[in-house]
């Protein structure tokens, strides 16, 4: 079945520091990839998407490109700061099959 | 525009117990998810409704987990009877009824259930 791999946590950065949490992916077919975001007290929320090979997702300065050939949709961003500090999940959505396959998450804290 | 809402946002009971969550979903959003996230580890996918009709529930655990969608509006989840490995978090999740895998799923803040 599908399933994603995310990079163990936790990360613990310096403010300003670049940040990479790696995802990389199994699945039939050309799903959707997702990162979402979980704030400390808060639900989840959508950060990211790309939805096709090449595709490259962008939000409040974080970015991640759909790579198929090496099945991967890894997270950056050149300059965190203290506000970054959250638990990151790379997911994927399989097409037409509505729900969301999720990774173990990955605890970002940044330091000031 | 009100997001998508549960209640209680934390339970704590004993095993053997019952306890019966609630999620309220974005208004006219056909699609309800219910995820769990138990221990720290991945967030798991238990069931999908579109509308009041179950379309998927092959994440769900055992037949003590009933979920119900009554008039296509707020889904409830109970456990009967809790067991131990039950707690976690417990997300529900929603989105239009538009097809197409890139659809974005709006999620609720989730509720912490801990069962002792």
């Known amino acids: 079945g599908d399933s994603v791999t995310q990079m163990e946590g936790p990360v613990t950065l310096s403010e300003e520091a670049f940040l990479t949490i790696n995802c990389t992916y199994t699945?039939?077919?050309?799903?959707?990839l997702f990162w979402y975001v979980q704030y400390p007290g808060e639900g989840l929320q959508l950060l990211l998407k790309?939805?096709?090979?090449?595709d490259k997702g962008s939000n409040k300065g974080f970015e991640a490109t759909y790579r198929k050939e090496t099945t991967s949709f890894h997270l950056e961003k050149g300059s965190v700061q203290v506000s970054d500090s959250a638990v990151y999940f790379c997911?994927?959505?399989?097409?037409?099959?509505?729900?969301?396959?999720f990774g173990d998450g990955t605890t970002l804290t940044v330091k000031p | 525009e009100a997001g998508v809402t549960q209640f209680p946002s934390h339970s704590v009971i004993e095993k053997g117990q019952t306890v019966t969550l609630r999620c309220d979903p974005i208004?006219?959003?056909?699609?309800l998810y219910w995820y769990r996230r138990v221990m720290g580890k991945e967030i798991k996918f238990l069931l999908h409704?579109?509308?009041?009709?179950?379309?998927?529930e092959s994440g769900m655990p055992n037949n003590r987990f009933l979920a119900e969608r009554t008039g296509g509006t707020y889904s409830t989840l109970k456990v009967q009877p809790a067991e131990l490995e039950d707690s976690g978090v417990y997300f529900c999740?929603?989105?239009?009824?538009?097809?197409?895998?890139?659809?974005?799923?709006?999620f609720g803040p989730g509720t912490r259930l801990l069962v002792l």
């Open positions: 409704f579109v509308k009041e009709s179950k379309q998927d």
């Open positions: 208004s006219g959003h056909d699609n």
């Open positions: 790309a939805t096709k090979a090449d």
């Open positions: 999740a929603s989105s239009q009824g538009v097809q197409g895998f890139f659809e974005t799923q709006y």
């Open positions: 997911a994927l959505s399989a097409r037409n099959a509505g729900k969301s396959t």
């Open positions: 699945a039939t077919g050309y799903p959707s």
